[in-house]
């Protein structure tokens, strides 16, 4: 099983739609979760950290199910601008030493006018 | 402004050269890494270094080394062993432990002519 899998897209969606992206990983000990946006040949950004209980910034909501090792990103009313890959980033955690954020190999969101 | 800085922005190599690209943060992060990432894949993990003076290999080190001399910088060097260099490197950095993520440089598009 991949460390880190997502669907690879494209998502094709109307301006103003709402579209969801899911993510699942491997290391149950995993404890660092994000989403980053990647924009055509431009390095990653950070887009949001995932917290346990879920968190929302704007048009944004990311979930975390630790119990079946999932994450999901949510974006509403969908913007022009917002048409990116999304890659979802989890760290490896073995025997409780910190590791390395593994990057899954990202959504491809397209936003159509 | 902090951040980290990657030159070249783009970078053509003869068959047989040694290259060195260059990475430098003013962010005060102890730890950096070096990622390749091919067209529509994901980032792989090449080098990455916790403190001054030492760095682990990551996933694909083969064909590659790195110093790190000053806490600020660490350069790749593609070596002629390496086989397939042509990609786009991208240089990060974080804090220890990852809990605030990565933050990246604009990368270097390396082709080999």
Redesign the interface.
Known sequence: RKEVEQDPGPFNVPEGATVAFNCTYSNSASQSFFWYRQDCRKEPKLLMSVYSSGNEDGRFTAQLNRASQYISLLIRDSKLSDSATYLCVVNQNYGGSQGNLIFGKGTKLSVKP | DGGITQSPKYLFRKEGQNVTLSCEQNLNHDAM?W?RQDP????R?IY?SQIVNDFQK?DIAEGYSVSREKKESFPLTVTSAQKNPTA?Y?CASSI????????????T?LTVV
Not at chain 2, 40 to 43: E, K, M
Not at chain 2, 96 to 107: A, I, Q
């Open positions: 890494y990622y529509g894949q994901g980032l993990l990455y990551g786009f991208l220890l432990g990852e809990v605030y993520g990565y933050t990246f440089g604009s990368g598009r």
